[in-house]
């Protein structure tokens, strides 16, 4: 069973940044897309980036977009996600998730697998 496991949430104050790891035990994610999603609280789970499994291609969220950069070491297989100028609106349970295939984007039916999310919380 593939376990995706999330890292590097915590307390911040707005303005400042955050750096989240995501890595998965069967190196699943190699050959895959990798996406990043949110959810905040009363609020449904939300697109914010994703990556091919090269590398290439990578897609934001409107409102993460100019802040948040997403990225992969396929050597160590780790994804992850730097996110700059926090705001409150950025607080919430990060996921990570592998998609299906090489290349995918917000659509979260296409991820296979999902983290237990790590959280982020943005104080003003």
């Known amino acids: 069973q593939v376990q995706v496991v999330e890292s590097g949430g915590g307390l911040v104050q707005a303005g400042d940044s955050l750096r989240l790891s995501c890595t998965d035990s069967?190196?699943?994610?190699?050959?895959?897309?990798v996406g990043w999603f949110r959810q905040a609280p009363g609020k449904e789970r939300e697109f914010v980036a994703a990556?091919?499994?090269?590398?290439?291609?990578?897609s934001y969220a409107d409102s993460v977009k100019g802040r948040f950069t997403i990225s992969r070491d396929r050597a160590k297989n780790i994804i992850y996600l730097q996110m700059n100028s926090l705001n409150p609106e950025d607080t919430g349970v990060y996921y990570c998730?592998?998609?299906?295939?090489?290349?995918?984007?917000?659509?979260?039916?296409?991820?296979?697998?999902w983290g237990r999310g790590t959280q982020v919380t943005v104080s003003s």
């Open positions: 990556i091919a499994w090269n590398g290439g291609y990578p």
């Open positions: 998730a592998v998609a299906r295939g090489a290349v995918s984007g917000s659509d979260q039916t296409n991820y296979a697998y």
């Open positions: 069967r190196r699943t994610s190699s050959n895959n897309a």
